[in-house]
């Protein structure tokens, strides 16, 4: 009698093209290059709304009224500045030589020893990348100042001084542009651990562990790396056409998802013009814009019909180094816009939960037997 031979299911590498959940907190649509956040186009919310509105906006689905606003202020406010035990880790992963996003992934943890609601976390998160990038310099923490906004407050801890309105204007614009993006790897990360019956706070940081990954969040940083590479507009033509002959990835340039621009290089290309213009210098840039031009010229000659485009990590890099802000900082920053797009994604996972169990296909080997002959001493190495 022969044994029964198990059919082969198909395997969607990546989950690619498997529908998980159903969610009325953002939609990307690739094809068209559209975001749309909780029912607003990417570009009618982003440049307007602040943070705290579209925060409220992701996790009540309405913008909130001004007596509603005020009070979630201040709920943020009262919960920002750090703990002790947080700032001691914050300092013993500095003495370690962990950078801002390592920092952040493992101080996040500490915030539920004071509270577990989303208002904490999402008003803690700033405060720790702030704090660990001040210690690295060797300067303390700057307290949370009790006048100012979410955004204008990270700047403020980051330096010490209280920002323009238009930088305020420009990183509440980056904050909203990225708070939230469909499935993608750590909001995906952040449901999984949610339908277990976790915690809030072990959602969000498994979360910040999937963004910590290059493929993921970590793009931006050599974005703008390639663009000082290069350093004058006539120099583009041969680095980038040398770059892809070589078979390197122009970092800045195409999307799993979008098939077009990503709508949110846009936005971001916007608010970066509107930031240098207001500064009096734009020969960034216009360098970044003409560099731009040449990488979408060279890869459709190099690799006609894979429609690589503008994505976000590109005018991230611009706008977050118009800003101030270091390398260093680009992914700690987007984990400080997400983390409210994680944290409506929990909540909506929990509303209507299944735990998330997908299956897998084995294709080892099968009918060994345990060699009789095998004997290990007990103890041994």
């Known amino acids: 009698m ?4 198990k059919p082969m299911t198909h395997v969607h590498s990546g989950l690619d093209g498997v529908v998980a959940a159903a969610t009325a907190l953002s939609d990307v649509d690739g094809e068209r290059g559209e975001l749309t956040i909780a029912g607003y186009p990417l570009q009618e919310l982003a440049p307007h709304a602040t943070f705290e509105e579209t925060t409220w906006l992701l996790w009540h689905g309405t ?44 101080a996040a943890g500490t915030i539920s020893l004071g509270s577990t609601e989303p208002a904490a976390i ?16 060797g300067a303390p923490p700057v307290a949370p ?9 990270y700047l403020y801890m980051l330096d010490g001084a209280v920002p323009d309105p238009e930088r305020v204007r420009a990183l509440e614009t980056y904050l909203n542009t990225v708070v939230d993006h469909g499935l993608n790897a750590s909001t995906f990360t952040a449901r999984v ?31 703008l790396d390639m663009v000082f590479e290069i350093g004058e507009a006539s120099r583009a033509e041969a680095i980038l056409r040398a770059k892809v002959a070589g078979g390197e990835k122009l970092m800045g340039f195409g999307h799993r ?8 290089a846009d936005v971001l290309a916007a608010a970066a013009e509107r930031l240098y213009t207001r500064a009096g210098d734009m020969a960034l840039y216009r360098l970044a814009r003409e560099i731009e031009a040449v990488a979408l010229r060279v890869l459709e000659e190099h690799k006609p019909g894979r429609r690589l485009q503008t994505n976000v990590e590109f005018y991230t890099a611009l706008l977050l180094h118009g800003l101030g802000l270091e390398s260093g900082l680009f992914t700690p920053t987007f984990a400080i816009g997400r983390v409210s797009g994680w944290i409506a994604h929990a909540a909506e996972q929990r509303r209507a939960n299944r735990i998330i169990r997908p299956q897998s296909e084995y294709v080892g080997p099968r009918g060994r037997r345990w060699p009789a002959d095998r004997t290990i001493p007990a103890g041994a190495a």
């Open 63 to 106: 913008l909130p009224a001004a007596a509603e606003l005020a009070a979630f202020r201040g709920e943020l406010a009262a919960a920002r500045p750090l703990a002790p035990a947080t700032l001691a880790v914050i300092d013993a992963c500095v003495d370690a030589g962990l950078d801002a996003m390592d920092t952040l992934r493992i």
């Open 193 to 223: 651990v949610t339908s277990t019956g976790s915690d809030l706070v072990s959602a969000v940081v498994a979360a910040l562990g999937a963004l910590k990954g290059p493929l993921h969040g970590g793009a931006p940083g050599p974005a």
């Open 257 to 264: 998802v979008y098939k077009v621009r990503d709508p949110r």
């Open 122 to 137: 999402v008003a803690q998160c700033p405060g720790i990348v702030a704090a660990c990038w001040r210690r690295r310099r």
């Open 2 to 5: 022969t044994a029964s031979v």
């Open 145 to 153: 100042h009790a006048g100012l906004g979410h955004a204008a407050n």
